[in-house]
């Protein structure tokens, strides 16, 4: 007891204190100081040898104990003058601290900004821009395994001497397999009775078009050996030459694309299970164990405790209905969480549209690809919904039907109408009445509406949350395809740490064996494996079948769909200097804050869910566990166990940046990881995606689709350049954002208005 006392008497002594507070304060700024060199960490080259990439500051212990209060005493007068002068000595000293960081940030911007500007001059700068048909080299890359589903086309193209190809990616239905393992696949028409017509690409790449910074063809099993041009990839969705004033052949305001839909799927319906489940985790309620005495009577991670009411109903009478809405009568559940036997997975396409939102003819072209390569082409497979928020709240489209129908009227073109579904955030904060009001909105709960639409419409089992400015340059089904498809064929063994970071293939060498091995050396012991322990989440996911990860051999994972797919890493957003890091709301007890939950982020919502994760992240919505957008799906499979893949798809750069220098801007952290300290995503940090094909601040994306489509930007594009260097065309690639796409005029320059931090 004595040695218990000990500090007590020392603190309690004037200049003891002062020494002590001197003594604390000191430790505290060495840690928060300690170095503000950058560290690196070497990465594989087998070319270069090793790489070293640049770091921020070491990782800040914040955990300094303040000192217990005192009583004043008489003795105490000048223990009060010199703290005092202390106190102003630190406030002081705080000040300075946080202008060296400003200054040291500062610099680090500058010497971006200086290599950025350098690189504009080097050979392959802009390289992205101005490759056309002109300078197409069928032979420059290698083909993968798409021979079989190229054929010629019948007619030649009127604008180019190159042969263009029909492309089908689908699988072949006929097949006597397709009919045992998937069910009867009948064709569907488009608009007219027609069938849907085909897309068309050219063989090859232009000679100078550059290989991607991040992500990789080969890696997903896409072939990058392929070109699209634009009348060639949408003229049958409506696109017409700036000078063609013939007559379309559809008449598009007269189609109807929901009734297409919905008699497509039908005649597909012994393919799927058209009820679908019922949410499992609103009547078996996962424990909430907050004490030492639960533990010892839990049944372990992943066991769901049955409630003895459930904590939402079914019933939706009581809140706005999007099904109702739509016409549909309320849909009948299964109790049976498991799928029915032979019956074939169903995604929804949520295309996130907003009111007061122009439809530009390009819009509309991109939106009827979708709608027939998704889901026509496959009878069901896939289904497409305009997802459209209504920002007036003063509208009562719940309460008045002709409301509604206004609404929709105004604001959704007429051929689009009935695959619209309208909600708005009233809607949501009625769903979720333990959120905050003015947290439950679409800028802060993007997830929120996609978690309704998933509880009234449980016959999908995937969802993309799918932005309406993002653009596919390739086919759609492709492109979704070969996503899901990698993502399944991970295992889990590495995979969140592989996840943090964006796959460089210059220098990290093949994914599945070089970048796999070091990303699991320089992670050590610190990977997840399983979901992390905390007395107050019971995972609904699988638990390892080994309990350590070098004891599986790449097993675990394969072949399990993902949960969630992203298309840009998983990364830790703790110490990253991430403005929305620290916006999640619950998730603790009396030993857990919340900004102690373990969470990851990834910039941009375009991403696919499971209803599984949905369904968790509902529940946990509905007792008040909360977190931000662009947080909660990717926090959400972390605490519960499921499977999160990031797809590291072609990303290219208006710069030849060599990949060590990508590595060394983009994957940053101390392992090299994407988060952390020193984050591009970090405030002040995001104008380093200003010259990238997806970012939400970035600059090509806008550029290269105005040139894909004809226009000027930038000095190149229009008629005029076009009869010179010929068509734009380009690999498959996912662009965003891409807004307003209309015909420009001559000397116009495409710019970001959005502000870097």
Not at 310 to 328: E, F, I, T, V, W
């Amino acid at each position: 007891m004595l040695l218990a006392v000990q500090p007590r008497r020392l603190l309690s002594r004037p200049k003891g204190l002062l020494v002590s507070v001197v003594f604390l304060a000191t430790i505290y700024w060495i840690l928060l100081h300690q170095s503000v060199a950058p560290h690196t960490t070497g990465w594989f080259d087998e070319n270069t040898g090793p790489v070293q990439a640049l770091k921020g500051e070491h990782q800040v212990n914040n955990g300094v104990p303040l000192l217990p209060p005192t009583k004043p005493s008489s003795g105490m007068q000048e223990q009060h003058t010199e703290v005092e002068a202390y106190e102003e000595s630190e406030e002081s000293e705080e000040e300075s601290q946080k202008k060296d960081e400003a200054h040291r940030e500062e610099n680090i911007r500058k010497q971006f900004d200086e290599e950025y500007d350098e690189l504009k001059n080097d050979p392959g700068a802009d390289a992205i821009f101005g490759q056309t048909l002109n300078t197409l080299e069928p032979a420059k890359k290698r083909s993968l395994t798409i021979e079989a589903h190229l054929k010629p086309a019948k007619e030649k193209a009127y604008f180019t001497d190159h042969q263009p190809f029909v492309y089908n990616p689908y699988p072949n239905f006929s097949k006597k397999t397709w009919f045992t393992e998937e069910g009867q696949y009948t064709p569907c028409a488009g608009p007219g009775g027609t069938s849907a017509g085909d897309v068309l690409v050219f063989k090859g790449q232009p000679r100078g078009f550059p290989e991607p910074g991040f992500g990789s063809y080969d890696v997903l099993g896409m072939d990058g050996n392929l070109c699209y041009e634009r009348e060639t990839r949408l003229g049958i969705y409506g696109f017409k030459a700036d000078n063609d004033t013939s007559k379309s052949r559809v008449n598009w305001e007269e189609v109807r694309w929901g009734r297409l839909q919905e008699s497509c799927t039908q005649k597909n319906k012994a393919r799927f299970n058209m009820k679908g489940q019922s949410n499992p985790y609103l009547t078996n309620l996962y424990s909430r164990r907050n004490s030492s005495a639960s533990d010892a009577n839990s049944q372990g991670d992943g066991d769901l405790i049955p409630s003895e009411s459930p904590l939402y109903s079914n019933d939706l009478g009581a809140n706005p209905s999007l099904r109702r809405k739509r016409g549909l009568p309320d849909q009948p559940m299964s109790n049976k969480f498991k799928q029915l036997a032979g019956s074939e997975a169903r995604t929804a396409l949520l295309l996130r549209t907003y009111t007061g939102k122009e439809y530009s003819e390009n819009d509309k072209q991109v939106i009827r690809s979708l709608i027939t390569e998704l889901s026509l082409r496959t009878g069901g497979q896939y289904q497409v919904f305009l997802f459209v928020h209504v920002k007036d709240t003063a509208y009562a489209i719940w309460d008045d039907e002709s409301t509604y129908q206004f609404v929709l009227d105004r604001n959704v073109p007429r051929e689009f109408r009935d695959i619209a579904i309208l909600w708005n955030d009233e809607a949501t904060q009625t769903m979720y009445p333990k959120i905050d009001p003015k947290k439950a909105t679409v800028h802060v709960s993007q997830w929120l509406s996609v978690q309704k639409f998933a509880q009234e419409f449980p016959e999908y089992d995937y969802f993309w949350n799918w932005e309406i400015d993002a653009r596919v340059t390739g086919h759609n089904y492709d492109f979704v395809e070969k996503l899901a498809a990698f993502a399944k064929r991970q295992p889990r063994r590495g995979l969140w740490e592989r996840n943090e970071r964006y796959y460089i293939p210059s220098i990290h060498g093949d994914y599945d064996s070089q970048f796999r091995k070091e990303v699991e050396r320089v992670s050590g012991k610190d990977t997840v494996w399983g979901a992390p322990k905390l007395p107050f989440v019971s995972p609904v996911g699988p638990k390892p079948p080994v309990a350590k990860p070098e004891d599986d051999s790449y097993k675990w994972g394969v072949g399990e769909e993902a949960d969630l797919i992203t298309v840009a890493p998983i990364f830790n957003p703790i110490n990253s200097s991430w403005i929305s890091a620290n916006e999640l709301w619950g998730f603790n007890d009396s030993t857990h804050e919340t900004t102690d939950l373990p969470r990851r982020a990834t910039i941009v919502t375009h991403s696919r869910v499971s209803k599984k994760l949905l369904d968790i992240m509902h529940v946990e919505n509905l007792q008040g566990n909360h977190i931000s957008s662009e947080m909660v799906t990717q926090t959400t499979a972390l605490l519960h166990g499921l499977k999160a893949v990031y797809v590291p798809m072609p990303v290219y750069f208006d710069r030849p940046w060599k990949g060590k220098d990508l590595a060394k801007w983009f994957n940053g952290g101390a392992k090299g990881e994407s988060g952390g300290i020193g984050s591009a995503m970090g405030w002040g940090r995001e104008a380093r995606y200003r010259g990238s094909t997806w970012y939400y601040r970035a600059n090509p994306p806008q550029r290269l689709y105005l040139n894909f489509m004809g226009w000027e930007d930038t000095d190149v594009g229009g008629e005029d350049w076009e009869e010179t260097h010929g068509r734009t065309c380009l690999p498959p690639m996912l662009l965003h954002p891409v807004k307003d796409i209309e015909p420009t005029e001559p000397g116009y320059k495409s710019e970001s208005n959005l502000p870097y931090s």
